[in-house]
């Protein structure tokens, strides 16, 4: 057992992943007993306080700095100030604060707060542990656990509080993913530390395993998943004590942790490719390139092909970074046309641009989606921009129909998204949020940012965002 648990920590460090977190505070009189700053610790005794499933949150700290900066040839206040700013830093202040002309020699006192996350006293990142009540079955996230004591092993099953055997989808204990490994027990070796915590996602190793739970669960009349945690303390003689005598966690008197599937907690962006049930990173035909290098990303840009699938669309040096097909092609597949550290050239003419001049090709991140515009012709017939009459009505999104205020342009109706396209949108848009750290108010419609058929990107966000508000 003493192996098995230096593996699970050599495995947690080897792949960065923290093992615990102390709350370590000092050493009392009593060189056998130590004191902590969240759970006091008592010999001869393991204490389980809680076992959750959690966020991660940085331990921030702010204090107040200050430095002498001397001036060396002149110029002004806001000179001064661009030798400071930087991330993390706030609320400058200056002696002397006037604007006027600074001469060289002169000594300016520089005052801000900066805000840094604290330490632990290994001196590695310190981290928060939130507890939550519900999240994504699949998606990653922290198994926490708060223990006093300092001898032996904590051993932690996840299970499904199914009510009838008949309406399991999970295996008992569930198995759950760890550094990439399936397992169905996570160990924590109990050594003084209070916080212990691994990350993990709830779900079968094989993707083909994880698509099946949702099979399993549209048969159900509960869409979510119940969960509850059971714990085990071995390999110590000291005593054991849990809340209300009560080894599980996530009780039924207080509430089992609800798990919703999502699709979605497949992808992941690894080595800047995306990786995925549906994505593909070669296409025929594709004569995509980059352009340069991509920076720091701000923004993510939503367009269509104005055609029948992304066959046509990438046989363009210039384009974006994904496509997204659609019926016409291989519906709801995605095509990464190159690494996320290129950039493509998807936002053109600087002429033709309309606001957000921030965003540009470099630093901003394009998606394509296969579908067509449609117009009303002089004879109020309903056509695509090649004056092609539409076969099937219900095939275009006609709720809405989208037009550049004030300048007589047409009002242009798009072909709906699939439900496959829909899926592998907000999936994709997902990740990069992630990787990105952006929120949805980082999405852009090419339409806002640059002259176009109106609507093209917007039909796009009206569709997905919805979903990413969820």
Known sequence: MGEIIKDVVQQAADQNIPVSDSGKDAYAANPNQKTYDQVHQ???????????????????????????????????????????????????????????????????????????QEKDESGQPAFDYIKKTSGDLGCETWLVAKVNGDKGVLKVTIHEDNGTATDAVLASPAPFLEAGKEKTTALFKINGTVTYAVKIAVRPKEDNDFLELEKKIAERKDKLVPLYLKAEVTDTDYEIKFPDNNPEFYTAASGRYKAKYCQCCIYKIENNLLQGPNVIH????????????????????????????????????????????????????IYQSMSLDKAPSHILSSKSRLAHLEVQSENSVGIEVAGWPYIYNEKKELVNTLNNKVSDGSTVYMDKGYAYEGKGEATYYWEKLTDKQVTSLVCLVKALLKKYDLTVNDIYPHDEIQSKNRGEGRYVMDIILPHLNQ
């Open 42 to 116: 008592t010999d001869h005794l393991i204490d389980v306080v809680d076992v959750f499933f959690g966020d991660r949150n940085p331990r921030m700290k702010t204090e107040k700095k200050q430095e002498t900066y001397p001036v060396k040839s002149g110029g002004k206040i806001p000179d001064v100030l661009k030798n400071f700013k930087k991330e993390g830093r706030s609320n400058f202040t200056t002696v002397p604060d006037h604007q006027n002309p600074l001469k060289p020699g002169e000594k300016v006192q520089v005052f801000w707060e900066e805000t840094t």
């Open 282 to 333: 070669t296409k025929t035909g594709s004569k995509v390139v980059s352009a340069g290098t991509m920076q720091k990303v701000i923004a993510i840009i939503m367009h269509r092909t104005s055609g029948w699938s992304t066959e046509g669309a990438v046989q363009s040096s210039k384009g974006t970074t994904f496509y997204v097909d659609g019926a016409k092609g291989n519906d709801g597949e």
